[in-house]
């Protein structure tokens, strides 16, 4: 009998400008079977995310172009779709910060 259950959206796009950690990160995800995209900057991913529709975003917060926070506001602003917030900051303020921004909903 064929497997008749829906595709599951295993898309993730991973937003560093950190070659090292993106491909890092890349490979873990091809290893697990999921489908992922790389971004280096803020402009490229939020065209990213139209075109792709992923189900979750991997999100720096250092990019070159912009902060990884504004980023998750535009977003923010048209979806739902999940963030997961990359960083090597250790203020607690910027943990806050990104908290309350992946809470915020449309």
Known sequence: ???TAPAVNCRVLVVEDEPA?????LYALKTEE???THCLTG????G???ELDP???ILDIGLPDMS????CKTLRRSSAIPVLFLTARRDE???VVGLKLVATTM
Do not use: H, K
């Open 48 to 50: 990213r995310v139209e």
């Open 55 to 57: 189900a979750l975003v």
């Open 34 to 36: 999921f489908e992922p």
């Open 21 to 25: 950690i993106a491909d890092t990160l």
């Open 1 to 3: 009998m064929p497997n």
């Open 93 to 95: 303020m910027d943990r």
């Open 68 to 71: 990884g926070f504004d980023l």
């Open 43 to 46: 402009r490229d991913a939020l």
